[in-house]
T-cell receptor, first 112, second 117 residues
Framework: SQQGEEDPQALSIQEGENATMNCSYK?????LQWYRQNSGRGLVHLILIRSNEREKHSGRLRVTLDTSKKSSSLLITASRAADTASYFCATDASRGAQKLVFGQGTRLTINP | GAVVSQHPSWVICKSGTSVKIECRSLDFQATTMFWYRQFPKQSLMLMAT?????????EQGVEKDKFLINHASLTLSTLTVTSAHPEDSSFYIC?????????????FGAGTRLSVL
């Protein structure tokens, strides 16, 4: 079942602006991950944040995690047209099963 | 980085026929693989967990006789959509987790778009 809720469902901004996407989840987690999906393709892992971390950076990506609110945000700074894609958060709740539960996703469009 | 190959990328078939989709881990062994289904503009829906050398674990509501999964080696899992019907048309994606210190990062195939006429 999909436990993650993401907002907004769709986001359209101008190139160069920052894009922020939010994710909420329901159960306790080991880590939370963000993936990117270009249209009609598979998903690509972007960044992972562990449950004991509050913020993580990777290039133009910044992820925050608030376990008390069961929420995370992904910030893409200085957006580019090539960042146009769908972005999904995924939670890893079980050490054994290796299953990830994906959020509903945010469709990001960067206008040149 | 780890690579997962999925084949075919696109298939059209007649109603009533069966279609096999392959998912291969190219540079690592995967005792577990996952199969997802994705409808347009929606998220991934986990269908089943493929376990090497044993039966797959299906999610609730997924017909195991309809979606046959075989994981006969450490690098290959197959999903067979049996007696396909138009409602089975969808985008199917596989993934495999790679060890990486227990981080459970999933590596995805490029997906298979199935169109049943």
């Amino acid at each position: 079942s999909q436990q993650g809720e993401e907002d907004p469902q769709a986001l359209s901004i101008q190139e160069g602006e920052n894009a922020t996407m939010n994710c909420s989840y329901k159960t306790s987690i080991n880590n939370l991950q963000w993936y990117r999906q270009n249209s009609g393709r598979g998903l690509v892992h972007l960044i992972l944040i562990r449950s004991n971390e509050r913020e993580k950076h990777s290039g133009r990506l910044r992820v925050t995690l608030d376990t008390s609110k069961k929420s995370s945000s992904l910030l893409i700074t200085a957006s580019r047209a090539a960042d146009t894609a769908s972005y999904f958060c995924a939670t890893d709740a079980s050490r054994g099963a290796q299953k990830l539960v994906f959020g509903q996703g945010t469709r990001l469009t960067i206008n040149p | 980085g780890a690579v997962v190959s999925q084949h075919p990328s696109w298939v059209i078939c007649k109603s009533g026929t069966s279609v096999k989709i392959e998912c291969r881990s190219l540079d690592f062994q995967a005792t577990t693989m996952f199969w997802y289904r994705q409808f347009p503009k929606q998220s991934l829906m986990l269908m089943a967990t493929s376990n090497e050398g044993s039966k797959a674990t299906y999610e609730q509501g997924v017909e195991k006789d309809k979606f046959l999964i075989n994981h006969a080696s450490l690098t290959l899992s197959t999903l067979t959509v049996t007696s396909a019907h138009p409602e089975d048309s969808s985008f199917y994606i596989c993934s495999a987790p790679r060890g990486d210190s227990g981080k459970n990062i999933q590596y995805f195939g490029a997906g298979t778009r199935l169109s049943v006429l």
